[in-house]
């Protein structure tokens, strides 16, 4: 058995080294991190495009912040956390770092530029030293989708606002039935000082809490008990609690429930999740959304209503957690002012990789192709020495704003260039002959019907939009890229 | 004068300290980088949009990398320009540098999933540690845009294409003339050895020489022969070659040349670049690309032609050196390749950060309003208590895919409503009130004309979507993004 094991380390050895003995390094991308293929890349545009369109039907204005924020930026955000933050090496100069999520950029962003009123959307790369677990859609490098409202408002308004954009987005999305969980910081608050939780306790049995999701009640107890020293009468309470979900009926029974009701904090978040269950009536969306007590998101700048959006269908694939997040934050641009000025957010993060990672599963179990490309015609010759022809003819189309491509070889065989366009779906293939340059045409090739027809130059591109391009009808403002990533063959077929 | 002194910096000492005596820290970014406002993104994404465009006019796909890469990925790529990369810090586990490029990346994902053909792009940040030069658009953290062919393929017909895709971006981003230079590694290698420079020289003096657009031929040669060491009579031959410039006729004449055409790797090159001059006619190109011997960029990696492109009417406003450069490079992923196997490449690069400064200036001086969001209507109340009609309605535009927004107030003022429609270019608003409710109808407002209509419920979408949003004509593919960075006011009066 050793013998076998250091030959192995030896054989992992001699692989490491290459012919002429130099070593040779390792070809990976960093722990954690990956590279999007190309079609990977055509699903991750198909999401962002539909996250975008509703970040932007709701009025939001875009910013971007660099990747990297100087150290101090981040300090004392993100509680015990902290230590997954990627650090930059020291080479002189400012000491710098990866920035964790966007809300503290945001943030950051906000006090600097003294702004007091945005709507805004960001979606970018954020970096934690986590453990990964690629599979079910945790990176150490990952996109965010940010959408956040700052500004002093009227209550909830656009709190409900961002409770309908997750629902439009998840909707739209079509990743199967899902919940959104609501509930509120104050209301937590207010349950652990009613059950006997001491002051100092509160943070520490909130984060036993949100393991409700992963754990049985019977071990949370435990965890409050045997490890932050709960007694089991104050667990108990917080047990009961914990366990209710409803709407807004819920709301309006712990406002009456005896001890809940001494807690003024309490009162004050169960108004407001009654008055954000009204908003979110009239916007149609209670079927979704559930007050549930047991919901107690982990991040330290939190102040009011928090959420959290999962599906619920996700058991039969691979389970993915929460898809969705945000909540109410109204002190941590305070933190960056010098002068403490508060301005109130509200905000809500997409869980893109995890919706990638179901996107990708989807793909892969459906018959239909994913295309990398919108390549609408091939140029081809079907005899020898028509480079020049090909170039000529190609050049005409691009500057038509067809797309279009060619084989760089000088005299590429027919066949070949018909099985690329098989294996790429391009629809249709232009091909020069010498007939066809003597008769001023251009032989026009369906692909999936393998039915041709002479065109004239003069109608090439007429005719190429009129077999290739989504018909917009007026008034319409979405860009069938949906069609365009649809597989070719039900285009074609549908052509008259 | 001295105590002056002192006094200015106790004071700026004092500034640093909060009321609390506690230390606040510095809210900025970090040196060399920047925040983009709404305004800057919205540039930004137009000319993403221009590009991204022509890209896949060309049938390219799409690849993403991450961020950083293995210290060692990076080792032996850059030449002196290795002291730039930014290393993370050492937290336990892999080294790990920021991408300094976007070519070295791609070069390591086409050895590590042994990839020998493809076209794509890849839009994404990178990052030096260079001097930063903020107003001409150098930064730290800067976007690339790349587009590269890898595939062994016959000659110069993919090189062609970069350069018509360099010649169309440059024209529709519309910045004003261009030329594009055009020289190859194998002609400069070979004036070196003719002009009888030693081996061991030709890349100092080739970076010398790349020094030409900035410095007079005199401090050049300077340069050479006191600093290099070169001797005075190879100096002036290779000033006699780099004041050449011409097209195909230059590349005829250098081959016939006595000097010249002693050296086999020269003669390969012209002749390439008389191939190339060949399909650039043929690609209508021409008028802007011109052979110039002086070209010399500075990147180890590049083995055939390599071509850089600068805008000509960039002295009027501020130097922005060239906007978008590249050339062929053979032997780069067989640097990762266990085996060496070649794939040979060649790729363009677009200096989309210069290219940004001059849009944004020109917006700057432009009397029309770059608009940051795109939404078509508010939703607005002529009376109070109203808040819950507005929600119900907007829920409604927001569902049928309009772009809206309301204020989050309970009571707005109906002026106030109005001005934030004129500060922010909202063309239309559906103002509500009791007896709009009753009548069933909601007063639609252009707010350009103030023109007022009432329009009923059941006809608001399709009225909104005539009025707001771009027709598009049959069988063209471009969303009229231009349309909605607009001053609305031109949309409105464009209305019958």
């Known amino acids: 058995m050793q013998i076998d094991e250091e030959v192995a380390k030896l054989l992992e050895l001699k692989a490491q080294l290459g012919d002429d003995g130099k070593t040779q390094f390792v070809l990976k991308t960093p722990k954690g991190t990956r590279d999007y293929n190309p079609k990977q890349m055509a699903i991750r545009e198909k999401v962002f495009n539909t996250i975008i369109r509703c970040f932007k039907r709701h009025g939001a204005e875009t910013i971007d912040t660099p990747v990297f924020e100087l150290k101090e930026t981040l300090t004392g955000k993100y509680g015990e956390d902290s230590k997954l933050i990627y650090d930059l090496k020291d080479q002189g100069g400012e000491l710098l770092s990866l920035r964790y999520d966007l809300t503290v950029p945001f943030a950051r962003y906000l006090a600097m530029n003294k702004i ?35 500004g002093q408002y009227d209550a909830m308004i656009p709190d409900a606002e961002c409770l309908k954009i997750v629902h439009e987005i998840l909707n739209e999305l079509d990743l199967g039935d899902f919940r959104i969980k609501v509930n509120d910081r104050r209301i937590l608050d207010g349950m652990f000082a009613v059950c006997g939780v001491p002051d100092d306790k509160f943070r520490t049995i909130c984060s036993t809490v949100d393991k409700l999701d992963k754990m049985s009640w019977e071990d949370v107890k435990k965890e409050m008990v045997n490890e932050k020293g709960l007694s089991e009468e104050a667990a108990d309470q917080i047990g009961e609690y914990v366990s209710m979900q409803g709407g807004m009926d819920l709301a309006e029974r712990l406002l009456q429930d005896h001890k809940m009701s001494q807690s003024k904090q309490a009162c004050a978040g169960l108004s407001d999740i009654k008055l954000l269950f009204k908003y979110l009536q009239l916007f149609h969306v209670t079927d979704k959304v559930v007050f549930d007590l047991s919901l107690a998101r982990g991040l330290d700048y939190y102040t009011g209503v928090i959420y959290e959006a999962v599906l619920t269908q996700a058991e039969e694939s691979v389970s993915v957690g929460s898809v969705a997040g945000g909540g109410r934050y109204d002190g941590l641009v305070g933190m960056f002012d010098p002068k403490g000025r508060r301005v109130p ?35 081809a010759s079907a005899q020898k020495n028509l480079l020049e022809e090909r170039l000529q003819l190609i050049s005409e189309l691009w500057n038509a704003g067809i797309k279009a491509e060619l084989m760089y070889k000088k005299n590429p065989k027919l066949l070949s260039q018909l099985q690329y366009c098989e294996e790429a779906g391009i629809p249709l293939v232009a091909i020069l002959g010498e007939q066809e340059l003597k008769d001023g045409v251009v032989k026009l090739r369906v692909v999936a019907t393998r039915e041709e027809v002479d065109i004239s130059r003069a109608d090439l591109i007429s005719e190429i939009k009129r077999r290739t391009e989504p018909v917009y009808l007026m008034g319409s403002s979405e860009p069938c890229t949906e069609f365009l990533l649809q597989s070719t063959t039900e285009q074609v077929e549908q052509e008259p």
Do not use: L
């Not at 179901?358 to 192709?369: D, V, Y």
């Open 116 to 150: 007091t009123n945005i709507k805004r959307y960001h979606i970018a790369k954020v970096y934690r030293r986590d453990n990964p677990a690629m599979t079910r859609g945790r990176y150490r490098e990952f996109y965010q989708c940010d959408f956040d409202i700052a």
């Open 345 to 379: 957010c509200v905000g809500v993060s997409i869980g893109i990789e995890r919706i990638f990672s179901i996107m990708e599963q989807k793909a892969e179990a459906s018959p239909q192709k994913v295309r990398t490309t919108e390549v609408q015609i091939m140029v």
